[in-house]
């Protein structure tokens, strides 16, 4: 960690190069996520620091904040407003800044909302974060975990695509119309969730004394929630460790009724109540798009005639739990069309 600001900075003179400083960031913050600290058990050691976690948050953070600034210093020099075609999300929230509102807008006299709503620097930058954090790494992760799973028991790839061949044919791609027609593809997504809960400790702190499993739970301590072992849990299970879609089938499995919304306590992939993800429609979306559009556009293989029993499955702990291994996949194509739709295609000539 030593320098990240300063190797930051160097590499954010190169635009192609900030998905490497993102992912260097990243990749950063998620082991100090749950970097064990001996300060958080023991607070009058905090000022000792002896594993200098101190010092890489403050490195980790300022690399962080040069990233986002230099994002947000070029939205505002390019100053597009939100009703461009090509706007994006940091247009949307700047046109809540008063010193970044474009001078057409400023001009119009702005919507109401802009008027009366007023977002500071550092507003904008918190939500860059929680979208950044909240939504790639997760998103991520599970995409990777879904097709893993996939490539290890070929039956259930085999399922969702005749599901796929099925329901929206092999001569175009997959669209997010045809979701909510794909119910196994919605079962698999539940079931990587399940066994691979992007987020798997929930933290905590409950505002009222109370009382958990015959334990004492006293106002404002840190309560850590394992949903990863909590989908594991052979006594709310059937086959616990199994990655069997099927479960959730409506008329075929015993947990066709379990959903992932906050109200099933065996299965909180996105938390429950108040806390609970704000994301999750998008994450969603993302998830189950790109896997139906793998799973879709192409025949996959293991690399090397490896054999689906032969392939990794062990994870990592961090922030989020990744595969120990990149997943490696060799795909060929399987529809009739090409992968790029026209007007992608006439856009890229
Ligand atoms: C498969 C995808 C995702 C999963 C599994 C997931 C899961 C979670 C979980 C478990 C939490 C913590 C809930 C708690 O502490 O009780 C959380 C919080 C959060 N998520 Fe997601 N998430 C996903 C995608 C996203 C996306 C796409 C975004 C935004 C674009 C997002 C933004 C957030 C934010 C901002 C929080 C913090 C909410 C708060 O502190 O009140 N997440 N997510």
Excluded at 94 to 100: D, G, K, S, V, Y
Excluded at 126 to 154: Q, R, Y
Excluded at 224 to 238: E, H, S, T, Y
Aim: aromatic fraction near 8%; hydrophobic fraction near 45%.
């Amino acid at each position: 960690m030593v320098g990240l600001t300063k190797i930051a900075m160097e590499w954010l003179q190169d635009p192609l190069s900030w998905l490497f400083v993102a992912s260097v960031v990243f990749v950063e913050f998620s082991k100090l996520f749950v970097e064990f600290c001996i300060g958080d058990f023991i607070p009058w050691l905090s000022w000792a620091d002896p594993q200098g976690i101190n010092v890489r948050l403050r490195a980790a953070r300022a690399a962080l904040d040069q990233f986002i600034d230099k994002i947000i210093d070029e939205h505002m020099k390019r100053g597009r407003n939100p009703d461009d075609v090509d706007a994006d999300m940091v247009d949307d929230m700047l046109a809540f800044l008063p010193e970044a509102r474009t001078k057409k807008a400023a001009g119009d006299g702005g919507d109401d909302l802009q008027n009366t709503l007023h977002l500071t620097r550092d507003n904008i930058k918190a939500m860059i974060m929680d979208v950044m954090f909240g939504g790639t790494e997760t998103v991520a992760s599970a995409i990777e975990w879904a097709m893993s799973e996939m490539m290890h028991c070929p039956d259930d790839l085999r399922r969702l695509q005749q599901e796929l061949a099925d329901t929206v044919g092999l001569g175009r791609n997959v669209d997010e119309s045809d979701l909510d027609k794909l119910p196994f593809l919605k079962c698999v997504i539940k079931e990587t969730l399940r066994l691979h809960p992007p987020i798997p400790l929930l933290n905590h702190e409950n505002a009222e004394d109370c009382a958990v499993g015959g334990y004492s739970v006293p106002r404002g301590s840190r309560v850590m929630i394992n949903v990863f072992a909590i989908g594991r849990d052979a006594n709310a299970w059937k086959d616990a460790d199994a990655f069997r879609p099927s479960r959730f089938m409506e008329g075929e499995g015993e947990a066709a009724g379990v959903d992932f919304k906050g109200g099933c306590f065996e299965f909180l992939p996105f938390g429950s109540g108040r806390r609970s993800c704000p994301g999750m429609a998008l994450g969603l979306y993302s998830l189950e798009l790109v896997v139906a559009q793998l799973a879709h556009g192409f025949n996959l293989a293991l690399p090397d005639g490896m054999a689906p029993s032969e392939l990794d499955m062990h994870d990592v702990f961090g922030l989020t739990v990744p595969r120990a291994t990149r997943l490696c996949v060799v795909p060929t194509p399987r529809l009739t069309c090409s992968l790029v739709a026209d007007d992608d295609a006439a856009h890229q000539a």
